[in-house]
């Protein structure tokens, strides 16, 4: 798989790809991460990127111009094994649609994905009308820029291509995976005994039937407790 990251500052991504699981995964060949900088497609002595909104109100908008241009240029540089592939194109924005682990495998399913971070107040109106990028969000919280959020969907979608994770089956595994979407319930290590706390009798007792059972069981009361709603909120209500 092919990322491309449109994003005003590529050396917030530095660390993070060279990390251990996208380091790995990039030496390996399984994905390819490119940074482009929207500044390299700004004109003008100043190189500017942003400017007022018209209308008036605070902050600073990105313009069409360099980030047009610059997700343009990245769509052009398509290598011979990908020119049969169709970029999918997002915008990381808070008004975009919630990022949830369906999305992820949806995402996972595209050969080539070019991420737009922006940052300021947001992007000019004719940024979405130009290239019709696929808005996502991380969540209901503001973040000043959707490189975090980049990188969210980088992490996301790469541990889902085959061979990224040792373990094959282990995606499978995960929370908010397989069909049900149960988030994982508890788990133990050695030792058998900690402070007084017991590993649980069935995890040791070698009966794989029992385990499967408690499992399930745990996973569906860990979801149950996770989604129940919070004290003042409309499931209160008679
Ligand atoms: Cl994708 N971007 C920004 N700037 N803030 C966010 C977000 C994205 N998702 C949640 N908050």
């Not at 011979?80 to 949806?106: D, F, I, N, Y």
Request: aromatic share 6%; charged share 25%.
């Amino acid at each position: 798989m092919r990322i491309d990251v449109v994003t005003l500052f590529p050396e917030m991504f530095q660390g993070f790809l060279e990390g251990s699981l996208l380091g790995a995964a990039q030496a390996a060949g399984l994905v390819d991460i490119r940074l482009t900088n929207i500044r390299d497609f700004a004109q003008g002595p100043h190189r500017q990127v942003d400017d007022k909104p018209y209308g008036g109100g605070p902050g600073m908008l990105l313009m069409p111009g360099p980030v047009v241009e610059c997700v343009e240029s990245v769509l052009a540089d398509a290598p011979p094994s990908l020119a049969a592939s169709k970029p999918h194109v997002l915008m990381l924005t808070p008004a975009g649609r919630p990022l949830t682990q369906e999305l992820v495998e949806e995402l996972a399913r595209h050969d080539r994905l070019v991420l737009l971070c922006g940052r300021y107040e947001g992007f000019d109106q004719r940024v979405t009308d130009t290239l019709k990028p696929e808005a996502i969000s991380i969540g209901d919280y503001v973040l000043s820029g959707g490189e975090v959020a980049a990188m969210v969907v980088i992490e996301a979608v790469t541990r889902l291509i085959p061979g990224v994770l040792g373990d094959a089956a282990s995606a499978d595994d995960d929370s908010f995976s397989g069909v049900d979407r149960l988030v994982e319930g508890p788990q133990y290590t050695r030792p058998r005994e900690f402070r007084g706390l017991r590993v649980p009798e069935v995890l040791l007792s070698g009966d794989h039937r029992r385990i499967a059972d408690w499992r399930r069981e745990q996973a569906l009361s860990a979801t149950q407790r996770r989604d129940r709603s919070p004290v003042g909120s409309d499931s209160d209500l008679p």
